[in-house]
């Protein structure tokens, strides 16, 4: 049976990304063309339809020149008719298969698809053997021929995608494309944190063989830096994580990479293997863990955990997976530091020199971004490894913020902690830095309640920098009152014989001006390359520097890179909101979220531009909205239809009211550094209230 090309579905969300236009506009096509293609399957709320199909549709009304393959092959993915994670495993499979023996790929896309299914398993068999060992101890199982021909075609798409992004860089962005769609079916560790832990994990020197107990998807021992001969094990409960977590590894770098799939903590799968370090973002406030199965387990050398402390469980797992001296650093709930239930642990890891640093990270930093979770960083103790007398602590929330923003920057996270660690790593102290880092005395923590949150046992900074920096404040803002004063617009008088609503001209849409080539749209991917800042829809609202991260799974030929005059606007959370780009934001990445237009400025004025499209009519106007969330259709937005000479007047007046909005801002943000600091002052006794 030969697989159908038109098998493929996808939904109305998938169509609105194939034609570069909002849901809306194909709920109305859907209403308006007795020709859209019919649905093929979902629910009568949701259904999708045959992507063939569409995509003639879609070129006979002229709407759809050609599908970008990278979009080609996710909606094959997302439409496979086994589900996308199998999808994704196939995918991975073929992919190591294209990395590893070209030659043999080559020879087999030559045949018919029937035959490809036939002739592949063998193939993948030998290249997934050598790279995971024999069946009964992996978690790569090799599909048989009748589960791969729904799938050629897709395999098919994703080697020529790996022509184009390399087989790492194709594999990274369908499982980035996985998982944002899906973000409540996954636990994440972002680049950042996990790139964070490697570096706390291997800074005495490089692991050879590294561990992680509860993989996910794999981001923590990704962010591992390569060595030779390197060994990367990992674990996870959900089979199809343990086999996506291989293939991910095996494509990233040519380490010996194990996996297995099994409950970590019932039934470890590497009870007699030691490593050199051990990363572990645990599933946090599980109840279910085992408790009443593993009281004798001799795992818990420091105590067995009540059933409300699982991750006190992680602790002691990963500290009995390590050699003597090995390194295992955890992503923790700040209650672990706290809760009365755990105390007796808590001070047994102390006495014994197992946990040697206590790191509180800004909240927003990795799921669930309500809450600054902690890093814990401990240290098998052995013959060779004396117990420590001192635990460093560090806040990073303190960290202090370079550029005058509120918004932490996390590069300036990173760089604090490790600064801290080091020098605390190579010495077994550290200064005390206020508000930041301490090495506190493990006697002086050995107390009723062993509470090991930083921000209990750091001295705050001095309030607000102190009397004298609090005079500095204190005179910006009345510079920036001062400004914010001269720079208010003045109103406009009216002329009661000519009505301005009486002369307003025609409007046109940002859609027809696209279409007219008087602009371009382009679409923020949060790509970026190394050192290049993303600028994200936060920086956007706040009117600040560009402060993102580069996405981990997106490509970085997929990047947007903005320059001096483009207008960038977020379509979620329904405020009106529109930013010129000037010499200081231009070159930075374009992040999720937003969308950038390019006027040509022989027909349109950039702040004319950005000025028309922030009015909270016309957003109500382009706004659909979900249940819990808005999006606009920017295309939808509108603007007079003016000559160049005729936009210079509204030019001008909305480069004023940016000028005062971004006085106003600052203004704000000094007078809440200035009360903030003087509460602080007055409260903790360094200010006097005379």
């Given at each position: 049976?030969?697989?159908?090309?038109?098998?493929?579905?996808?939904?109305a969300?998938?169509?609105?990304?194939?034609?570069?236009?909002?849901?809306?506009?194909?709920?109305?096509?859907r209403?308006?063309?007795?020709?859209?293609?019919?649905p093929?399957?979902?629910?009568?709320?949701?259904?999708?339809?045959?992507l063939?199909?569409?995509?003639?549709?879609?070129?006979?009304?002229?709407?759809?020149?050609?599908?970008?393959?990278?979009?080609?092959?996710?909606?094959?993915?997302?439409?496979?008719?086994?589900?996308?994670?199998?999808?994704?495993?196939?995918?991975?499979?073929?992919?190591?298969?294209?990395?590893?023996?070209p030659?043999?790929?080559?020879?087999?896309?030559?045949?018919?698809?029937e035959?490809?299914?036939?002739?592949?398993?063998?193939e993948?068999?030998?290249v997934?053997?050598?790279?995971?060992?024999?069946?009964?101890?992996?978690?790569?199982?090799?599909?048989?021929?009748?589960?791969?021909?729904?799938s050629?075609?897709?395999?098919?798409?994703v080697?020529?995608l790996?022509?184009?992004?390399?087989?790492?860089?194709?594999?990274?962005?369908?499982?980035?494309?996985?998982?944002?769609?899906?973000?409540?079916?996954?636990?994440?560790?972002?680049?950042g944190?996990?790139?964070?832990?490697?570096?706390?994990?291997?800074s005495?020197?490089?692991?050879?063989?590294?561990l992680?107990?509860?993989?996910?998807?794999?981001?923590?021992?990704?962010?591992?830096?390569?060595?030779?001969?390197?060994?990367?094990?990992?674990?996870?409960?959900?089979?199809?994580?343990?086999?996506?977590?291989?293939l991910?590894?095996?494509?990233?770098?040519?380490?010996?990479?194990?996996?297995?799939?099994?409950?970590?903590?019932?039934?470890?799968?590497?009870?007699?293997?030691?490593?050199?370090?051990?990363?572990?973002h645990?599933?946090?406030?599980?109840?279910?863990?085992?408790?009443d199965?593993?009281?004798?387990?001799?795992?818990?050398?420091?105590?067995?955990?009540?059933?409300?402390?699982?991750?006190?469980?992680?602790?002691q797992?990963?500290?009995?997976?390590?050699?003597?001296?090995?390194?295992?650093?955890l992503?923790?709930p700040?209650?672990?530091?706290?809760?009365?239930?755990?105390?007796?642990?808590?001070?047994?890891?102390?006495?014994?020199?197992?946990?040697?640093?206590?790191?509180?990270?800004?909240?927003?930093?990795?799921?669930?971004?309500?809450?600054?979770?902690?890093?814990?960083v401990?240290?098998?103790?052995?013959?060779?490894?004396?117990?420590?007398?001192?635990?460093?602590?560090?806040?990073?929330?303190?960290?202090?913020?370079?550029?005058?923003?509120?918004?932490?920057?996390?590069?300036?996270?990173?760089?604090?902690?490790?600064?801290?660690?080091?020098?605390?790593?190579?010495?077994?102290?550290?200064?005390e830095?206020?508000?930041?880092?301490?090495?506190?005395?493990?006697?002086?923590?050995?107390?009723?309640?062993?509470?090991?949150?930083?921000?209990?046992?750091?001295?705050?900074?001095?309030?607000?920098?102190?009397?004298?920096?609090?005079?500095?404040?204190?005179?910006?803002?009345g510079?920036?009152?001062?400004?914010?004063?001269?720079?208010?617009?003045?109103?406009?008088?009216?002329?009661?014989?000519?009505?301005?609503?009486?002369a307003?001209?025609?409007?046109?849409?940002?859609?027809?001006?696209?279409?007219?080539?008087?602009?371009?749209?382009?679409?923020?991917?949060?790509?970026?390359?190394?050192?290049?800042?993303?600028?994200?829809?936060?920086?956007?609202?706040?009117?600040?520097?560009?402060?993102g991260?580069?996405?981990?799974?997106?490509?970085?030929?997929?990047?947007?890179?903005?320059?001096?005059?483009?207008?960038?606007?977020?379509?979620?959370?329904?405020g009106?909101?529109?930013?010129?780009?000037?010499?200081a934001?231009?070159?930075?990445a374009?992040?999720?979220?937003?969308?950038?237009?390019?006027?040509?400025p022989?027909?349109?004025?950039?702040?004319?531009?950005?000025?028309?499209?922030?009015?909270?009519?016309n957003?109500?106007?382009?706004?659909?909205?979900?249940?819990?969330?808005?999006?606009?259709?920017?295309?939808?937005?509108?603007?007079?239809?003016l000559?160049?000479?005729?936009?210079?007047?509204y030019?001008?007046?909305?480069?004023?009211?940016?000028?005062?909005?971004?006085?106003?801002?600052?203004?704000?943000?000094?007078?809440?550094?200035?009360?903030?600091?003087?509460?602080?002052?007055?409260?903790?006794?360094?200010?006097?209230?005379?």
């Amino acid at each position: 049976m030969k697989p159908r090309d038109d098998a493929t579905e996808v939904t109305a969300a998938g169509i609105a990304r194939l034609a570069g236009v909002g849901r809306a506009a194909v709920s109305n096509w859907r209403r308006r063309h007795g020709d859209f293609p019919k649905p093929v399957g979902g629910t009568e709320t949701s259904p999708s339809f045959a992507l063939a199909d569409v995509e003639r549709w879609l070129r006979a009304q002229g709407k759809l020149v050609e599908v970008p393959l990278r979009e080609r092959v996710w909606q094959q993915l997302a439409g496979h008719p086994a589900g996308p994670v199998t999808a994704l495993l196939h995918a991975g499979c073929a992919l190591l298969l294209v990395r590893d023996r070209p030659p043999a790929w080559l020879a087999l896309g030559a045949v018919s698809d029937e035959r490809l299914a036939q002739l592949l398993p063998a193939e993948l068999e030998d290249v997934v053997t050598l790279r995971f060992g024999t069946r009964r101890r992996r978690a790569v199982r090799v599909p048989e021929p009748a589960e791969l021909l729904p799938s050629v075609p897709l395999l098919r798409g994703v080697a020529e995608l790996a022509a184009e992004l390399g087989a790492r860089g194709a594999y990274e962005f369908l499982l980035g494309r996985q998982t944002d769609a899906n973000p409540r079916q996954y636990t994440l560790t972002p680049a950042g944190p996990a790139a964070l832990m490697a570096e706390l994990a291997t800074s005495t020197a490089p692991a050879r063989t590294v561990l992680d107990p509860a993989c996910g998807t794999g981001a923590l021992l990704r962010a591992v830096a390569p060595r030779p001969d390197q060994c990367l094990y990992g674990q996870d409960s959900a089979p199809e994580l343990a086999a996506l977590t291989a293939l991910r590894l095996a494509l990233h770098s040519d380490a010996t990479v194990r996996t297995m799939a099994a409950d970590t903590l019932r039934a470890d799968a590497y009870d007699e293997r030691t490593a050199d370090v051990v990363l572990c973002h645990p599933p946090f406030n599980e109840r279910n863990w085992g408790h009443d199965e593993l009281a004798y387990d001799t795992r818990w050398e420091y105590g067995f955990p009540a059933r409300a402390e699982s991750e006190l469980a992680w602790v002691q797992h990963a500290l009995a997976r390590l050699v003597d001296g090995g390194t295992a650093v955890l992503l923790m709930p700040p209650a672990a530091a706290s809760r009365r239930s755990g105390r007796r642990i808590r001070a047994d890891l102390l006495r014994r020199g197992a946990l040697r640093a206590v790191i509180a990270l800004p909240a927003g930093a990795a799921p669930p971004y309500n809450l600054p979770l902690h890093v814990w960083v401990l240290r098998r103790p052995g013959p060779a490894v004396p117990p420590a007398p001192e635990l460093l602590l560090v806040e990073a929330a303190g960290v202090p913020d370079t550029d005058g923003r509120d918004k932490q920057l996390w590069p300036a996270v990173q760089d604090a902690v490790l600064d801290a660690w080091h020098r605390f790593d190579r010495h077994g102290t550290v200064a005390e830095r206020p508000g930041l880092a301490r090495s506190v005395p493990v006697l002086e923590l050995l107390d009723d309640e062993v509470d090991l949150a930083p921000a209990r046992r750091l001295p705050p900074p001095a309030a607000g920098g102190g009397t004298t920096e609090l005079a500095t404040v204190r005179k910006s803002l009345g510079e920036a009152l001062r400004r914010a004063v001269d720079l208010t617009p003045p109103l406009p008088q009216e002329d009661p014989a000519h009505p301005a609503a009486a002369a307003r001209p025609p409007l046109t849409s940002v859609g027809e001006l696209a279409r007219a080539g008087a602009l371009t749209l382009h679409t923020g991917t949060g790509a970026g390359g190394a050192g290049v800042p993303v600028l994200t829809d936060h920086d956007v609202l706040t009117g600040s520097a560009p402060s993102g991260a580069p996405h981990e799974g997106a490509p970085d030929d997929t990047v947007v890179r903005t320059e001096p005059g483009d207008v960038v606007v977020p379509v979620f959370g329904g405020g009106a909101a529109a930013r010129v780009v000037d010499e200081a934001t231009a070159g930075a990445a374009l992040g999720r979220g937003l969308t950038l237009l390019r006027p040509d400025p022989a027909v349109l004025d950039p702040w004319f531009l950005a000025g028309f499209l922030r009015g909270t009519a016309n957003h109500r106007r382009a706004s659909s909205y979900a249940s819990t969330a808005a999006r606009l259709d920017v295309r939808r937005l509108q603007l007079p239809r003016l000559p160049l000479a005729g936009q210079r007047g509204y030019s001008e007046r909305f480069r004023e009211l940016a000028a005062f909005e971004d006085a106003v801002r600052l203004a704000g943000r000094l007078g809440e550094r200035l009360v903030r600091g003087m509460h602080d002052g007055l409260t903790e006794g360094t200010l006097p209230p005379e």
